[in-house]
């Protein structure tokens, strides 16, 4: 087993608000994390059999679609799922070697690949699936919250934050401090209402989900009222007769 | 120490990580080619390898965002499909057996095969570009080399948008206009998937969600942005011009149009002769000038260009010879207000209820006239007149394939433009706006060239291959009326073919109608497969021989890739192309521009990394087999080569007229001039400096009505993007339609043939209107229940992207996916194996259940399916066992009725109609599940693409990355 650090008051909780609002499913927060991470802090990432059957690999975001709802109110629904940082992490508590860990100072939850002895405990331990592992070199790896960009002093301020909320085309990923009650990304959710991803298991989640708005359907209404009512009775040389005398001046 | 801090320190061991790792050695700047989008990149290097590649934030294009397929250019530029050195034929075409040869034979050989041809026919070139993004090189070299047959491939993907946009507003949906994102209060999108212009519609969809605006998407699938519009409208394909057209109704009954816009920006009081049987019935009433007349309010005839003039919207005018005309207005509105458009009469059709159009049509009343918005900016008029204020409603519209690749899609998209000019929409704040260097005068030019005089050995074509007819005098076709271009556009099967007709170039070549050719020249452009419609019979053309002969039907195929398509097989000499991030290229305003409604922009790709491999740009190989083969564009006044830097050489220094060149940003010598200019030989580093891209900001005066605004259109003219400060008058009634109607009903001396008659005087109608999708009207709908379509996914363009060792993870393979209520009906289970059939053929595929789909409407992901062999994929890819094309259930001809054998395309255009495509689903058996039919012979790899890894391990700089099993 590996301890959780003790929490602090004002504890850092470093995490993803995602807005399942506008997610269109275009996978561009997938790519840009595996890019970015293939040659990052546990790169690489590899691919088996890239070019051929059951071609699969290592990707710390993967992108689920599902449908839900009946009716007018059916929707597709675009759900980006990556590590999501947990205050109270079973990957973490699981792990026999202590490579699984959170991190004290910003919450982020880490594998140390260098005691990592590949037994897999964490990934079974985690209800999100979000673990993946390195076949390869027979490693657990995981999301890291791009923690090779957020502090990099090579990047412009601007640009420190993980590379899936940098890239993203609708700005459906917010990045930031969620134990910070004034943080604009716990501002985007209390005003939004985000939650938290199956909010029953009690792991704490730190990354958060903002649920669609509801449509913006206007009250059913015509174009005028004399057309709401079907059959008009106006014949279009009637009509026409209104613009008889109407002129159109260039 | 306690125990338990004990066991905290042991088991809580931290790694120290370099949270400030260097990123880079270099970064470079260029444009993205993963799509058509053209976004700007940033490409870090490190240790000679790719770091990682990301938006450029201050790219007009994408304002530094970066899409799936964007993000993934490091897997392009590593893929094992990369062809390495030039081929030549060594097996059977098809085969994929060649032989290596170097670049001095695969040039001679060219400029062998070619020069005869333009000493004897210049014709007999056949010279078409794919996805190609530098027409305006390709375009010029066909012309030069006196070819007429040249196009790229705008013929089965958007030319019903561009030309009915061209002739209607002249600007056009995506390229040309976009809506005003940041201010529209009501936007609808039509049958759009991940299509064009994907990362600004992304970012626009997302601030409009932001802002409250609605956003509704007709669109059969609710899948990608049609999964967060307010309202997803699933429609039946096909009839998107029957739903606008009853909007159109509803406004009209409501009086909720623009007149104020029509009076002064349109033509909908200009008179129309209405003289049945004589040859000018249905065109402009015009005075001595050639300016069309209007109705006074005292009945007298004035010129309707005077600016001030006042015209009748309805009422008879009698002409000065006796006859009577009546004004476009009155026209369309006894069209439209006809109870055949009521919501009611079209609901079924649609699939959408009656009810529901009449609250689209209040909404967007509503939008367009409650919330009209004024900015307080002052402009002047085209007649001098200044406003203090520039209104607009703010009602926005887009559309691209799905109203494109249907037989009604110019009538359709006319329907759509229609709407927007009723309620005042266009060019103004809230609206949908041109980007410059649009608008264009309407009716655009210049007319295509090709007709017999204009065509000689050994000499330049007398103009463009590709342009605008405006009437049956403008037709590429000969005296008898038959077609001279081998793809038949411009003739009467398809008379405004303003891209051509790619999808008919080989069936025509290998029919040998019109006529037989020489030499088929190809750029990036998979015939061979996902790209044709009836893939396996194009391949089958393009490998018979004349029995008399022996030779090959198609005798001579060169074509040029990066990579080892299904086309690549079907070559006789293979010239390979470097990938996107090797090479110079320009998007340039002669071409298609990335300019924006806030003005005009272009831009360049510039090498990032050098070829590993014996490739060269497509573009360099052009203009030096153009300088051989003494191609006068292309030789200087000493009959050397006249741009011996290559393409490079050519961005910087070739002008198509005095001061314009390839690029509108730093000309002059000290790269002083925006537009017109000398050339400037830093040009290109000024481009570099400048992150690969140059724009011109207009001032907040010239943003809006710039098809009438006279400032806009006297900078337009400086900078050399239109000819003259004229006001652009928006077409609600297309005159040039007209002209061709009037032939097919005898009037003048160019007639279309009998054949051609009847449907030239029905589709060629002025104002548009719905019909049936033909192979709909053909068919029994009856055996053919259902539509069938395909879309792009996000993170896939085309066939490029199952090469990409990332992107084809996410989509390895497709499904048929329909309606759960149908699969119900069918007795369908999710994954359960169906045929697919069609007049055509058939295939068998794996199915997937949906709601969110109509329930008439089976669809898929296009182009996932693979050939074995191609690609340097496995044999036993998924793409190639459970991928699959629509393709093979397509006919690039309309299902025989006795008749002439008509393309399946818009009669008009000549768009390929590859949405109108009627099915059947059949339960497939318990043994024939599991893999895909048909399934084709494996290609052969050419001996230079080498193995594909086993395992992938890339870090950028480490040269150790591949494991092969």
């Not at chain 2, 001279?484 to 009467?492: E, G, V």
Request: hydrophobic letters at 35%; aromatic letters at 10%.
């Amino acid at each position: 087993m590996t301890m959780l650090p003790d929490p602090r008051p004002g504890q850092k909780k470093l995490g993803l608000v995602i807005d399942l609002d506008i997610c269109v499913g275009c996978h561009a927060c997938a790519t840009a994390c595996k890019e970015w991470n293939a040659s990052g802090h546990m790169g690489p990432l590899p691919d088996f059999n890239p070019y051929g059957n059951d071609a699969w690999g290592v990707w710390f975001n993967r992108i689920h679609s599902f449908e839900e709802g009946e009716g007018a109110g059916a929707r597709t629904v675009y759900f980006p799922k990556s590590c999501l940082h947990c205050e109270e992490p079973a990957c973490v508590t699981v792990c026999p070697t202590g490579a699984s860990y959170k991190r004290a100072e910003d919450g982020i939850v880490l594998v140390n690949e260098a005691v990592c002895i590949g037994c897999r405990l964490c990934a079974w331990a985690c209800p999100y699936g979000a673990r993946e592992f390195d076949a390869d070199e027979g490693v657990m790896k995981k999301c890291t919250l791009c923690i090779d960009r957020i502090y990099n002093e090579n990047l412009a301020p601007e640009d420190r934050q993980p590379a899936c909320v940098a890239v993203c085309p609708v700005n459906a990923r917010h990045f930031g401090d969620l134990g910070d009650p004034h943080s604009g990304v716990s501002q985007i959710v209390a005003e939004r209402r985000g939650g938290d991803l199956m909010a029953e298991l009690d792991y704490k989640p730190v990354n958060k989900y903002l649920p669609p708005r509801s449509a913006r359907m206007a009250p059913t209404q015509a174009a005028a009222d004399d057309t709401a009512a079907p059959g008009d009775p106006e014949s279009p040389g009637n009509r026409l007769l209104s613009w008889v005398d109407r002129l159109l001046s260039r | 120490m306690t125990l338990a801090s004990w066991l905290r320190e042991y088991f809580s061991p931290h790694e120290v990580i370099d949270t400030s790792a260097k990123i880079s050695d270099e970064v470079k700047f260029t444009t993205c080619y993963m799509c058509a989008g053209r976004c700007g990149i940033k490409v870090h290097l490190k240790g000679g390898g790719i770091r990682y590649i990301e938006g450029n934030p201050d790219h007009p294009v994408n304002r530094g965002v970066i899409c799936g397929k964007g993000a993934s250019g490091i897997m392009q530029q590593r893929s094992p499909a990369k062809l390495k050195r030039p081929l030549k034929r060594a097996g059977e075409r098809g085969s994929g057996e060649f032989r290596e040869i170097e670049w001095d034979e695969a040039i001679t050989t060219a400029v062998e095969w070619l020069s005869s041809i333009r000493a004897t026919d210049p014709k007999k070139l056949a010279f078409f570009t794919g996805r190609d993004q530098s027409q305006s090189l390709t375009g010029y070299w066909a012309a030069q080399f006196g070819t007429p047959n040249f196009a790229a491939h705008g013929g089965f993907c958007s030319v019903n948008m561009a030309a009915a946009g061209m002739y209607t507003l002249g600007g056009s949906f995506w390229e040309f206009g976009e809506p005003d994102w940041d201010r529209t209060r009501f936007f609808m999108m039509f049958g759009v998937a991940e299509d064009h212009d994907s990362n600004p519609i992304k970012i626009a969809l997302s601030g409009l969600r932001r802002r409250g605006a609605k956003f509704v998407s007709v669109n059969p699938v609710r899948t990608g942005y049609s999964a967060i519009a307010d309202e997803w409208v699933g429609i039946r394909p096909g009839t998107d011009g029957l739903f606008v057209l009853a909007v159109v109704h509803e406004l009209l009954k409501a009086e909720k149009i623009d007149l104020d816009y029509l009076g002064r920006y349109t033509n909908a009081g200009w008179l129309v002769i209405q003289a049945p049987g004589a040859g000018d019935d249905g065109l402009f009433a015009r005075n001595e000038a050639g300016e069309p007349l209007v109705l006074e309010a005292g009945g007298s005839l004035a010129g309707g260009m005077t600016a001030g003039v006042s015209a009748r919207l309805v009422g008879d005018a009698v002409l000065p010879d006796g006859r009577r005309a009546v004004p476009v207005f009155q026209l369309l509105a006894e069209r439209y207000l006809d109870p055949s458009y009521a919501p009611e009469a079209v609901a079924e059709a649609c699939g959408i209820p009656a009810a529901t159009i009449r609250r689209l049509a209040g909404e967007m009343a509503r939008a367009a006239f409650e919330e009209e918005i004024e900015l307080a900016v002052g402009w002047t008029d085209w007649a001098g007149r200044r406003h203090e204020s520039i209104r607009g409603r703010p009602v926005s519209i887009h559309a691209m394939r799905g109203i494109s690749a249907h037989s009604n899609g110019f009538q359709t998209c006319r329907a759509l433009h229609l709407l927007q000019i009723l309620l005042g929409t266009i060019d103004v704040p809230g609206g949908w706006r041109y980007k410059s260097p649009h608008p264009k005068p309407t009716p655009p030019g210049p007319k295509p060239a090709g007709r017999r005089e204009q065509i000689a050995p050994g000499k330049p074509l007398a103009g463009s291959p590709l342009g605008y007819p405006l009437s049956p005098e403008d037709l590429i076709i000969d005296a008898e009326g038959h077609p001279l271009r081998i793809d038949k556009a411009f003739s009467w099967d398809a008379p405004i073919a303003a891209h051509g007709l790619m999808h008919m170039v080989i069936t025509n070549a290998w029919r040998g109608d019109p006529y037989p050719i020489d030499t088929l020249l190809m750029y990036m452009a998979n015939m061979a497969w996902n790209s044709a419609m009836n893939s396996a019979e194009t391949t089958r053309m393009l490998t018979d021989k004349d029995p008399t002969s022996g030779e090959y039907r198609i005798p001579r195929i060169i074509y040029s890739d990066a990579y080892y398509s299904e086309m690549v097989a079907y070559a006789d000499l293979v010239l390979p192309d470097t990938t996107y991030l090797e090479r110079w290229d320009c998007i340039s305003l002669l071409d298609r521009p990335i300019g924006s409604p806030d003005g005009p922009a272009d831009s360049i790709r510039q090498p990032v990394l050098a070829p590993d491999r014996d490739v060269r740009p497509f573009q360099d190989v052009l203009i030096e087999l153009g300088a051989r083969l003494g191609l006068p564009g292309f030789i200087s006044p000493e009959g050397g080569p006249r741009y011996p830097g290559g393409y490079s050489d050519y961005i910087v220094n070739h002008e198509r007229r005095p001061g314009v060149g390839p690029l509108a940003g730093w000309r002059g010598a000290d790269g002083e001039y925006s537009g017109r200019g000398a050339p400037n030989p830093r040009q290109l580093e000024r481009y570099v400096a400048n992150g690969c891209f140059w724009k011109h900001e207009l001032p907040d005066g010239q943003r809006y009505f710039k098809h009438a605004n006279k400032d806009y259109l006297e900078t337009a003219v400086s900078m050399g993007l239109i000819d003259k400060p004229e006001p652009v008058v928006l077409q609600l009634y297309v005159e040039p339609l007209q002209r061709f109607r009037l032939a097919a009903q005898g009037h003048g001396t160019i007639l279309p043939p009998e054949t051609h008659r009847e449907r030239i005087a029905a589709y060629f109608d002025p104002l548009p209107f719905w019909y049936t999708p033909f192979e709909e009207a053909r068919v029994d709908c009856g055996t053919f229940p259902l539509h069938a379509l395909t879309q792009r996914p996000m993170q896939m363009y085309h066939s490029w992207h199952s090469q990409n060792a990332w992107l084809r993870q996410i989509l390895g393979s497709n499904r048929l996916f329909l309606n759960r209520a149908l699969g119900r009906a069918l007795g369908l289970a999710e994954e359960d194996w169906v045929w697919l059939s069609s007049h055509h053929g058939r295939i068998r595929v794996p199915t997937r259940l949906m709601d969110g789909v109509n329930p008439d409407v089976v669809w898929t992901w296009n182009a996932i399916g693979k050939r074995a062999g191609a690609w340097n994929l496995d044999p036993d890819s998924p793409e190639f066992r459970q991928g699959f094309l629509l393709n093979h259930l397509i006919s690039e001809l309309l299902p025989p009725d006795g008749s002439y054998a008509h393309a399946n395309a818009d009669p008009i255009t000549g768009q390929a109609a590859w949405y109108d495509l009627r099915v059947r689903v059949d339960r497939a058996t318990a043994h024939e599940a599991g893999t895909t039919a048909p399934s084709f012979r494996k290609l052969a790899h050419p001996v230079s693409l080498g193995r594909a890894p086993a395992i992938l391990r890339y870090f950028s700089g480490d040269d150790h990355e591949e494991q092969f099993s």
